[in-house]
């Protein structure tokens, strides 16, 4: 199931559940890579994701005239995560054990939010996106 957040042009804004995120855990992992070397010289990885990626949803911008991927959003929704959820799925239980089940027991509920864009591509997308 993928849902459709936003469409202009040709770019569109997917979201993936978790039980997806094989269908395009490969391009993620090159974009992800490419990202961190555009922003950072020292690292030098082609490719990157962790363990934990295909526990969270995948928000996805993607130009559908060429195919590519522009962006890839990681998003962890406490109120979609399994029974037992802990470091071992979420970097943010890795730091602070229990806060979902903390949140969970006042009735709260949080969107953690980690964006990876191609910066050299940021500039078409705002031509093609902008309002």
Known sequence: ??????????IV????????FGSVRDIVGRLRGAAFCDV??????????D???????????????????HGAQRLSLSLCQVKGWGSQHSYLEHCYPSIASCFASDNLS???WVGYLWPRRLAAIYR????
């Open 51 to 69: 363990g934990r990626d295909h526990h969270y949803w995948q928000l996805l911008v993607c130009d559908q005239r060429s195919g590519e991927l």
């Open 128 to 131: 093609c996106c902008r309002l």
């Open 1 to 10: 199931m993928r849902w459709l957040f936003f469409e202009q042009d040709s």
């Open 40 to 49: 950072l010289p020292f690292v030098q990885a082609d490719f990157d994701l």
């Open 110 to 112: 949080y969107l953690k």
């Open 13 to 20: 804004v997917i979201l993936l559940p978790p039980t997806e």
